[in-house]
């Protein structure tokens, strides 16, 4: 009934060794560009409102210069980020990018920041939707908003618990709908002040030159205008998502990731870029709880009728009602993209290492439901306040942003020798880097006292907890690292050739069954404490492994072979060094996501090929349990064991003093 139940909840398990899993669960470059680029259009939401509204009404004519430069920004960060996906084709963006070019501890930062600025992007895009819907809905909506907003949290967990592809196409009506009817929006705006467009301009261009020639100066001028363009840098932030989530995309990923890119720039560069000038061209008010954006529809749409119909009350109440949804959307950028950075720290072992595990459904589990619960508390928090969870975002991203630029710039000059391009390559990538700097410095500057440091706070904490959970994993590795030192390299005597070969086991004697991760100290020293528990019980082992498939090798069909030959290769030398001891010995493997459904599956082979086969695995043991330890390190031995016991097969665990 348990499974049943959760198969009905989260969908039926995916079979990892399916040769065409890949393709049937990676996304096209057009679901990409939902997915992944929804972050980044739904910013249209509240991006250009933030950059207008900081120029005042005395000064909204400049912006007519940042919609231009909104649109060139998109295209700029968005080529420097091809080129990033170019040279990293398995995925990993920010983290990766830095860690590899620049230093680990570089990649730790920009990783950091990414998780929290993930978190925070499904809390802002999860109640920045909301507060849009609630532009035409009755007054009690706006009582129950915050639950919600909460419902609408556990809804995106629950799909994306079900999987990427289909919580992307699940969606994918609601972006096509917003993207329709702003286009429409735009267009209609744009076509309607025509005639204004060539005098707009000019006044423009005369106000300027009063600004720059006045006391204000030139000075003054670009203080007003840098002002304005880093406080609606919240435009730009979905733009890593490709190069972060590349490894959720069709063969082959760089083509299709540049693809993706395309879609994402060219649409947001549209959008943002029409939608900022619009407000300058329809001098668009900004009104008391309400948006901007549902001013602008209102009052482009609101005077269309057709055959005595209200159609722009209809087109009203679609366009925000889309835009409210797609920000829903958005937050998927976070559930895709925040379990991929975890994943990788987790690899690096930065954060616990469950946080590479996959689930039945090829999902990072363990990832999507730490985003979605610190999304929650922070939502809870700030009682789901857009202007509240705005001064906290934008800061982090654009640290990761900084240091990935820095990095590929680092790279590039470093390869000018090998590199016949290098120079472009470089000039693109420092010109994003320049655009990502002044903006980071600008937000940092205009944000940091009214709450743009808890932000800082919050990555700092969570960069010193990267560093004690590295530190414990490097210190249980400096000692297994000793334990195989000590016995990987044993001086054992090969076997006289005179001698009969030792072959596999003998099924009508006792035989001890080993579980092992791999050839090292650890399984070794279990066939030693064996034989001291047991002397001369067993002359027969039998080494059985899990090929565990987590996200560092769920990348490819070449990958998920390679990991079988490893695994194979593994339980050899396990076999090898049984019969140089003068025993008998085989082995058993399976390739499966999860260890202990697959080892049990496997004993249960074992357990009715040998009718006299006892069980044993290897446990590290620590000085005192904590609730650290226990964190850091699974019960895999204890939970295989009690599941064995329960079914009458016997099995002990055998103790390995670590710490």
Same mark, same amino acid.
């Given at each position: ?53 900081? =120029? ?34 398995? $995925? ?18 920009? $990783? ?43 809804? =995106? ?205 090829? *999902?990072?589990? /363990? ?18 306040? *857009? ?242 330890? /226990? ?29």
């Amino acid at each position: 009934m348990v499974e049943t139940v959760k198969e009905l909840v989260f969908g039926k398990a995916k079979n990892p060794l399916d040769r065409n899993v890949f393709h049937k669960i990676s996304l096209i470059a057009f679901l990409a560009w939902v997915g992944l680029g929804a972050d980044g259009l739904s910013s249209s939401a509240y991006g250009p409102e933030e950059t207008y509204k900081a =120029l005042g009404a005395q000064y909204h004519h400049i912006a007519l210069y940042l919609a231009l430069a909104v649109a060139a920004t998109v295209f700029i960060i968005s080529a420097s980020y091809s080129q990033v996906i170019e040279y990293f084709p398995s $995925g990993g963006g920010g983290y990766v990018v830095a860690s590899k070019l620049l230093h680990p501890v570089a990649g730790l930062i920009s $990783g950091s920041a990414l998780i929290v600025d993930y978190v925070l992007t499904i809390n802002l895009s999860i109640a920045a939707g909301v507060d849009a819907i609630a532009d035409f809905m009755p007054p009690l909506f706006t009582t129950y908003k915050l639950w919600i907003e909460v419902l609408l949290m556990v809804l =995106l967990i629950w799909l994306n618990m079900r999987g990427i592809k289909e919580s992307v196409t699940t969606l994918l009506p609601i972006f096509l709908v917003f993207v329709g009817t702003h286009v429409i929006l735009i267009l209609a705006g744009l076509i309607g002040h025509a005639p204004q467009i060539l005098p707009v301009a000019q006044a423009t261009f005369k106000e300027t030159h009063e600004i720059v020639s006045g006391p204000l100066g030139v000075w003054g001028f670009l203080v007003i205008f840098f002002t304005a363009y880093s406080l609606g840098g919240g435009t730009y932030t979905g733009i890593e998502a490709v190069s972060n989530g590349l490894m959720n995309l069709r063969e082959p990923r760089v083509q299709t990731g540049k693809r993706t890119m395309l879609y994402m720039a060219t649409s947001l560069a549209f959008t943002a870029g029409g939608i900022l000038l619009l407000y300058m061209l329809w001098d668009i008010p900004s009104v008391p709880n309400q948006t901007m954006n549902g001013t602008l529809a209102e009052t482009i749409f609101g005077p269309w009728t057709m055959g005595g119909w209200a159609v722009g009350k209809a087109l009203i109440y679609l366009t925000l009602l889309s835009e409210g949804m797609l920000l829903f959307i958005a937050a998927q950028t976070g559930f895709i993209d925040g379990p991929n950075v975890l994943s990788n720290m987790a690899v690096d072992s930065w954060l616990p290492h469950r946080f590479a595990n996959l689930s039945h459904r090829l *999902v990072r589990m /363990n990832g999507i439901l730490v985003m979605g619960i610190f999304s929650l508390v922070i939502l809870v928090i700030a009682k789901g306040n *857009v202007d509240v969870m705005i001064l906290l975002y934008a800061i982090n991203v654009y640290i990761t942003f900084s240091l990935s630029q820095l990095s590929m710039c680092v790279h590039w000059w470093q390869a000018r020798r090998e590199q016949k391009d290098w120079i472009h390559r470089f000039l693109i990538n420092g010109l994003g880097l320049s655009l990502t700097s002044i903006i980071l410095v600008a937000t940092v500057m205009a944000k940091f006292l009214e709450g743009g440091c808890v932000t800082i706070v919050m990555t700092t904490v969570l960069i010193g907890l990267c560093f004690l959970i590295k530190r414990h994993y490097k210190e249980v590795q400096q000692a297994l690292t000793r334990l195989d030192d000590a016995l990987t390299n044993l001086p054992l005597p090969d076997r006289d050739a005179s001698e009969p070969a030792l072959g596999p086991c003998d099924k009508s004697k006792p035989i001890a069954v080993v579980m092992v991760e791999r050839y090292n100290g650890l399984g070794i020293h279990a066939i030693f404490s064996i034989q001291k528990l047991f002397a001369g019980r067993f002359q027969d082992f039998l080494f059985v492994s899990i090929g565990r498939i987590d996200s560092s090798k769920f990348k490819g069909v070449e990958e998920l072979d390679n990991l079988r030959k490893n695994t194979e290769g593994n339980l050899k030398k396990y076999v090898e060094l049984a019969h140089k001891m003068g025993y008998r010995a085989d082995y058993r493997y399976l390739v499966d996501i999860d260890v202990i459904a697959g080892m049990e599956k496997l004993c249960d082979q074992v357990a009715a090929e040998f009718p006299d086969a006892t069980f044993f695995s290897g446990k590290l043991i620590f000085a005192k349990e904590t609730l650290w330890s /226990n964190l850091l390190h699974n019960q895999t031995s204890l939970e295989i064991q009690r599941r064995l016991l329960f079914k009458g097969i016997n099995m002990m665990v055998v103790p390995v003093r670590v710490l």
